[in-house]
Structures are given as C-alpha cells and as structure tokens.
T-cell receptor
Framework: EAGVVQSPRYKIIEKKQPVAFWCNPI?????LYWYLQNLGQGPELLIR????????DSQLPKDRFSAERLKGVDSTLKIQPAELGDSAVYLC??????????????FGEGSRLTVL | AQSVTQLGSHVSVSEGALVLLRCNYS??????LFWYVQYPNQGLQLLLK??????LVKGINGFEAEFKKSETSFHLTKPSAHMSDAAEYFC???????????FGAGTRLFVKA
C-alpha cells in the first residue's frame, strides 16, 4: 500500500515569491491534515479536511496561506507571498477516522521550505 | 484544553542501556496518547498508542509505554537501546473534544556505541 506522498521534498525560494506543496493521501483516507514543523519543534496543525471540507483551519494564517482539497483526495497548500519566517517543514498526514480522533496519523516525508 | 510536555529535549544513552523518554500531558477529557518517531528527513511514524484499554502499551521495535492517570504521564521505555533507535521522539495527545492531535516539542535520542 502506498503511503502519503508529498512534493516537492525541498524548495528554496526568495521572500515574496509564491510556493505550493502537494499531498496525495493514502487511498481511502477521508481525513487529511497539513502540519507545520519548525526546527526543533513538534508538528502544529494548520488545517484539517474531512473529505473536501476544511473542518478546522483556525491555525492557518489566511492572509498568506491557502489550501484546497479538490474532490476530497489530493490537497495543495499555498503560500503567497512567502516570508523568511515561513522556512520550515510542511507535513501532510491522513487518517481513516472522521469522528473521534483516536486514530493513527500517517505522515508523508514532508516538504522542507527555505525562504531566502 | 490539551497539552503535552516532554521532559528533556535531548537524551543520550549507551547502546544496550535502558531508554526512558518522559511525557506528561494535560487533558480535560479522557485522553488518547501516542508516541511517534521521526528519523532524519522523514515523516513521523507511530510507535504506539493508548486508547483506554490496557495501561501498559507495547509498540514496535521493542518500545512500550505506561499510562499513569494519577501522574498524568505516558513515559516511553525500551530495555536495551540499539544504534538504530537514534531519532526524534514525539509524544502526542488527542481526545474526543477537539479532533486535534497535539504534539510535544520532541526529544532527540542519541545512542552511543
């Protein structure tokens, strides 16, 4: 079974440029998460989708970040314009659990962003 | 509200020695608790989880953790460390109230030959 796939693995851009990250969850997983992981920190939730609906985006900085999950499968996270402080690893995860959050999260390898 | 505190950002042990990584949680509802491991340049992988069944939970690679409600702890242990255990370990909590998994800051485990 294929795991969660993310691309690109690494991205270097200059500040004020746009950037987009793509995630393909495990087949059949209806819940998809985007997490931000700063150096030396644990992952912090940016947005959670159940199917195509964003059910928790309270931590997403909406002035520059946007996300979409068309058809309830793949998802894209966009930053425009990027700032120096956005340098981090962006993790995508998926799970089967849509109600009580007791399920295991399956993570992709992450997309490491460096903003110069 | 829920939170997780991992005591010690770095732990160093000798190969063959006991591994003990500490985690304390705060939760206003019965918690579900997890330990994840992250190897360099990889995503997180579940080691084990507690979901209100047995308080002693066994996971992969010889790790186990014990849920102690009175101490609000969920410490991770392994009797004998192996070089391949060197990684970052994250404790996490979730519950029925928020559908959100909260991660601790992580503990980096170093294993000396």
């Amino acid at each position: 079974e294929a795991g969660v796939v993310q691309s690109p693995r690494y991205k270097i851009i200059e500040k004020k440029q746009p950037v987009a990250f793509w995630c393909n969850p495990i087949s059949g997983h209806n819940t998809l998460y985007w997490y931000l992981q700063n150096l030396g920190q644990g992952p912090e939730l940016l947005i959670r989708y159940e199917n195509e609906e964003a059910v928790d985006d309270s931590q997403l900085p909406k002035d520059r970040f946007s996300a979409e999950r068309l058809k309830g499968v793949d998802s894209t996270l966009k930053i425009q314009p990027a700032e120096l402080g956005d340098s981090a690893v962006y993790l995508c995860a998926s799970s089967l659990v849509a109600t009580i959050d007791t399920g295991e999260l399956f993570f992709g390898e992450g997309s490491r962003l460096t903003v110069l | 509200a829920q939170s997780v505190t991992q005591l010690g950002s770095h732990v160093s042990v000798s190969e063959g020695a006991l591994v003990l990584l500490r985690c304390n949680y705060s939760s206003s509802v019965p918690p579900y608790l997890f330990w994840y491991v992250q190897y360099p340049n990889q995503g997180l992988q579940l080691l084990l989880k507690y979901t209100s069944a047995a308080t002693l939970v066994k996971g992969i690679n010889g790790f186990e953790a014990e849920f102690k409600k009175s101490e609000t702890s969920f410490h991770l242990t392994k009797p004998s460390a192996h070089m391949s255990d060197a990684a970052e370990y994250f404790c996490a909590v979730s519950g029925t109230g928020g559908f959100k998994t909260i991660f601790g800051a992580g503990t980096r485990l170093f294993v000396k030959a």
